[in-house]
């Protein structure tokens, strides 16, 4: 016996006619039998079945590009994919103290990349270096289990002892899974607001269309077993991250003990030449140092995480700081390993 579907007299919006076209019989009775036509259409509304997630954000990332890049005919875009580019040279991580870590400002609205094609801003709890680099680490062990199932993904679920053994501590305590917890935790609670409304003639559109995108979107920790599920928003992944991410020198970065020393490498591995020469103060502001410093503190900051990083051979020896000219030499870059971790 065959059950016939049902009609609805009044017309719906054909958006609407489609979703209850393909209900059953019995679902399309239940809605055809409420007299009120707003909550029918509500009824239907809350069954458009919602996009497939990742495809949604490869889409929205790549329709953002396509406006940088049309945008970026009549302006110098640096490095390979702008995006990164902006998060590793305009970044929204502060090499902070131990005593600025306790106290955290919340920063609304900061301004970390503005162009022609639109403006990013960050709000938040003021991030450090040790932040960016959990999240390193955390897309490192993504990509590491996406290359062994060989597909994609935005989701590491495993023992949060492993991340820390990414990071270099080989006997992590509570203190450490805890202080790690925090950084994701943090994360989950800051977001980047892209405003693609553009500059034309002189005149800013901006507020016009923005988009909203938290770094982790969903985030659980089982402290008993010590497991951590951790997903990386894939709208920020597919935005900021896909192609292009600064953690290809996780290895070496989780080696260096300064704070601006982990900075200063962001920048330099964000450069395509291997030679980058600029003001004192332009690189200072680069790297999130205090603005307040004086510039006698500043370049001796500096000098001390150049130096770590000639030690580390990632700068070479001819690096230096004169009067407030900055001259950076990076070592010419190896060929990037497919697996950066996963030697256990």
Known sequence: MTTKHVKIDDALPLHLQEVFNKLSAVEQAEIANVNDS?????????????????????????????????????????????FPTELTRCSPFFPLSTQEMSNRPFLNDLVIADHSWGQVKFTGQKLSVYDEEMLMILLAAINEINHKRGEEGYTYVGSMSHLLKIKGVNAAGQNHREEAYAAYKRMAGSTFEIDTSPIRSGKSTRGRKSAVNNIISNLEYDRKAGLITATVNPYFYEMYCAGEVTWIDIEIRTKLKSPISKALHRFVTSHQKDHWSGPLMLLAGALNLDPDLQKIKVRERLKKGIAELVSSGVLQLNSSIVSDNVSLYRTPKKPAKRLLIGKQ
């Open 38 to 82: 707003e909550l029918r259409e509500l009824m239907l509304g809350v069954r458009i079945p919602g996009p497939e997630l990742p495809v949604a954000a490869k889409k929205q990332a790549s329709e953002y590009l396509e406006l940088v890049v049309k945008a970026s005919e009549n302006e110098q875009l640096r490095l390979f994919s702008p």
